[in-house]
């Protein structure tokens, strides 16, 4: 059996990590969570940003600013997870920098991240979510021909 990599006991190391933080999250200590994520992204080996797993913790360290909530830093956290590999498209990431916009009050672009949720994600994305962020998307998006609402 061939020997793993220092990389690929690195990148095992931060799955699991990450998967210890949600369960932390989930069962409501979030300060544990981020502590175990903090550390997970300090191993991840460089380019950092180029490693599938570190838009993944991105993504939960800024659902846990997301949650407090402290949007402006949940709003950095997403920014960087935009910018790795996999982040831009990434449905989830786009939600909620919108959201993360609006609440801070930069609505313009607010607009255009949620207007990138839908797109990517359609109505969907939005389930759960406060009807505020959808009715946005239907203020700056035409529906298509022969609509008269976005599907």
Known sequence: MPKKSDHQLAMAAARSALADAVEKRRTGDPRSAWAILVTALKAVPEPDYEQPVTVELLKEMG??????????????????AVRC????????IHLRLGQCNLELGTRDRAAD???RAYMGGGREAFDGEDPKYFRLVEQVLKPPA??????
């Open 63 to 80: 659902e846990l600013q997301f949650a407090k909530p402290d949007y402006a830093k949940a709003c950095q956290v997403f920014e960087d």
């Open 85 to 92: 590999r996999g982040g831009l498209g990434d449905v989830r």
């Open 113 to 115: 991240e949620l207007a």
């Open 146 to 151: 022969g609509m008269d609402r976005l599907p």
